[in-house]
């Protein structure tokens, strides 16, 4: 016995001791993790990225409760998130992004909230934030307010490989917490995917496209998915062999609309066949070599319309909405030439479009990018672009009088703008704001309390020219105004990634505040290297730098920091908005894509939102009217019952105020053609009443 008791004795203890040496491999694997997890400059180039994310959730799992604190600006990142908080029009988040300094790659999972009252950043952080990503897709809640966040992608420090989420958050905006999001039943889910977009459509969160990148290969998709926000149940768009739907495709502009959800461009790469050798070509054809498979980009500029049909209330719970892909026709005037990265958002039935880049393939060696700074708005209904142009204040002389007439005529838009917003309170609380001389006048300022004194805003360096070319910049729009932050610039092998902010009024175009700028790194040697392109421009370009030293003495600097001024680069190109040529013209419009030619009430230039509201809104009341007697006396009689004077101005309130922001970019043009010729506001006498007349004219 005594033999075998020390046999058994000796394979305890080595089963033991191969125990220990696992239990202390499996510490040091995670130790290890944890290490690469918290160095993002590891020269490591096998990574177990599961085990890089599972100590990056130990480490974000010790922060016990959402803690909020006042921060520095964001460093430099791209493929991060901005979205406007649905439920604080001072506020805008920032999600995520990834930053590479030409070696390694590094992402965030960090949380901004830029306050646009105070000009402060604050960073948000809690225990279940998502993991790093960027890439993922962002929108923010329609009927159900908030912040949703979809997918993304991680990489290891050498981008050898990569990992893709399929996970969804929701971002309570008020109480700045996040919450996974589990959907309910054995229903499917999304793939995972980055490269994707989001929207919203009343109660239901909408996904499409994006691509699935395995560092071998990349796989684009065309899928569409929609999220039910009150049964928390994803549903998947089933197709059939007739069925229209976009291409496969990521980085494209996906905005909603009152019926559905409407898609514009994108980007992708396609198999394609190439001969090479043989002599060149002749003719536009190849006079011999080899034919080869290769990949090409492709810039998609189709437009697309899912129109989603909720289902009836009578319908079982769980129920899908009805999905349809429309293709429409090609936009009118559309950007030119194609450019992939220009990001678009959504402002009142318009998509605002900045920056992008046109990629040419000058050889198999290399390719030519041209980078863009110009905005252009879409106007989803009608299907066409209008350029948008800053404008710039007039210069001393014989037109400081027009100057002003134009300053009295826009500036005093914002204060019109601000009793457009009391009268919209008004009319949801008590529903009057008319007395016995107007059927529809502004409140009386007499009877609103006193204000509390403001305190000083920060003041900022405005700009009359676009930021600094780029692609991929983040964008959105929070009360009338677009908030541009970041983006990506390349010169031949230096990757540029931007941290700036900026803002623009889309009401007025009068400038670009600079909120945010700091020198990105690499810079100078960017600058260095366009100088030298430059050169051989320098003579054609002599004149318009003389026209722009006269404009820089207009140019407003209101900021005490003339430092910064001096650091602030002046962009390598100027770029304006050339007039197309006869060969790439577009067509005329036909009537029903012209405003002005429709029938409805047509904003007159220099006229406010306020002023355009009183003036039509006994018109609005009558469509509305008109609109519903075509259901009979009895579904007039049933409507009357229920509608107030109260709801009948308020929509007459919201169909005005989508009809002049509709308008804009024609009115815009008018203003243009009047401002040249001296004329600096339009005064209706109809409107003065009593004061109208022969005798007030001399």
Not at 56 to 68: D, G, I, N
Not at 73 to 92: D, F, K, M, Q, Y
Not at 131 to 145: E, I, K, M, W
Request: with cysteine; charged share 30%; hydrophobic share 30%.
């Amino acid at each position: 016995m005594a033999p075998k008791d020390k046999k058994a004795k000796a394979e305890k203890k080595a089963q033991k001791a191969a125990k220990q040496s696992k239990k202390t491999t499996k510490s040091e694997k995670k130790k290890s993790a944890k290490q690469a997890a918290l160095n993002a400059d590891s020269d490591d180039e096998e990574v177990d990225l599961d085990a890089v994310l599972a100590a990056y959730a130990e480490e974000q799992a010790k922060f016990l409760k959402v803690t909020e604190q006042a921060c520095r600006p964001p460093g430099p990142r791209s493929s991060s998130t901005i979205v406007a908080s649905p439920s604080n029009r001072n506020e805008l988040f920032i999600f995520g992004g990834e930053y590479h300094d030409g070696t390694v790659a590094s992402f965030y999972n960090d949380l901004f909230v830029y306050l646009i009252d105070k000009g402060e950043w604050h960073q948000i952080v809690s225990g279940n934030s998502p993991l790093p990503r960027s890439g993922h897709a962002a929108c923010r809640g329609g009927n159900t307010g908030g912040i949703y966040i979809s997918g993304g992608e991680f990489s290891s420090p050498k981008q050898n490989q990569f990992y893709h989420y399929h996970d969804f958050w929701h971002l309570d905006t008020d109480s700045r917490e996040w919450t996974k999001l589990e959907p309910r039943g054995k229903g499917r889910i999304p793939p995972a995917r980055s490269g994707h977009r989001m929207t919203y459509f009343k109660n239901y969160i909408v996904l499409f496209g994006g691509f699935q990148d395995t560092s071998q290969q990349t796989k684009y998709l065309n899928d569409t998915w929609v999220y039910d926000v009150k049964e928390n149940t994803w549903h998947e768009m089933k197709y059939t062999s007739t069925s229209q739907r976009p291409d496969p495709r990521s980085s494209f502009s996906f905005l909603p609309h009152e019926s559905g959800a409407v898609l514009y461009g994108g980007y992708s790469r396609v198999k394609a066949t190439t001969s090479s050798g043989g002599g060149g070509k002749q003719g536009g054809k190849s006079s011999g070599g080899a034919v080869r498979n290769v990949i090409k980009p492709m810039v998609h500029q189709d437009t697309w319309f899912l129109r989603i049909t909720p289902p009836p209330p009578d319908a079982a719970s769980g129920t899908p909405p009805t999905l349809r892909w429309e293709r429409r026709k090609q936009p009118a005037n559309r950007p030119n030439p194609p450019r992939a990265g220009a990001t678009m958002t959504y402002h009142k039935g318009r998509g605002v479009l900045v920056g992008g880049v046109h990629d040419v393939e000058a050889s198999e060696e290399g390719i030519d990018s041209e980078f863009f700074n110009e905005m252009f708005v879409w106007n989803i209904d009608r299907n066409r672009f209008f350029p948008l142009a800053l404008r710039r204040p007039k210069a001393g002389g014989p037109k400081k009088q027009t100057a002003q007439q134009q300053s009295r005529g826009r500036d005093r838009g914002k204060a019109d703008e601000e009793e457009l917003l009391r009268n919209l309170a008004a009319l949801e609380t008590t529903g009057s704001i008319a007395t016995e001389d107007s059927d529809m006048t502004l409140v009386n300022e007499d009877d609103q309390p006193e204000p509390e004194p403001e305190k000083p805003r920060k003041e900022y360096l405005v700009r009359y020219e676009m930021p600094h070319p780029r692609f991929n910049a983040q964008l959105t729009v929070q009360d009338d105004t677009l908030y541009i932050f970041g983006g990506t610039f390349e010169k031949k092998d230096v990757e540029i990634t931007f941290s700036d902010l900026y803002a623009i009024d889309l009401g007025k175009l009068d400038g670009v505040k600079e909120l945010f700028y700091v020198e990105p790194p690499n810079w100078n040697v960017t600058v260095e290297e366009s100088d030298e392109n430059m050169d051989s421009d320098s003579d054609e370009d002599e004149d318009e730098d003389e026209d722009m030293e006269d404009e820089g003495d207009a140019m407003s600097t209101v900021t005490d920091t003339p430092s910064l001024a001096k650091s602030i680069p002046t962009p390598s190109t100027e770029r304006t908005i050339p007039p197309p040529s006869p060969a790439a013209e577009e067509p005329e419009p036909d009537s029903s894509t012209l405003a002005s030619q429709d029938n409805l009430p047509f904003p007159r230039p220099f006229e406010s939102r306020a002023t355009f509201f009183n003036r039509t809104s006994q018109d609005w009341q009558n469509m509305i009217i008109q609109k519903q007697s075509y259901g009979g006396a009895a579904q007039v009689a049933a409507i009357s019952a229920e509608q107030t004077i109260k709801e009948l101005r308020k929509k007459a309130f919201e169909m005005a105020e989508e009809r002049w922001w509709d308008c804009r970019e024609e009115v815009t043009r008018l203003e243009d053609e009047l401002e040249e010729g001296g004329v600096g506001e339009i005064v209706s006498m109809a409107d003065r009443g009593a004061d109208a007349g022969v005798g007030r004219r001399r």
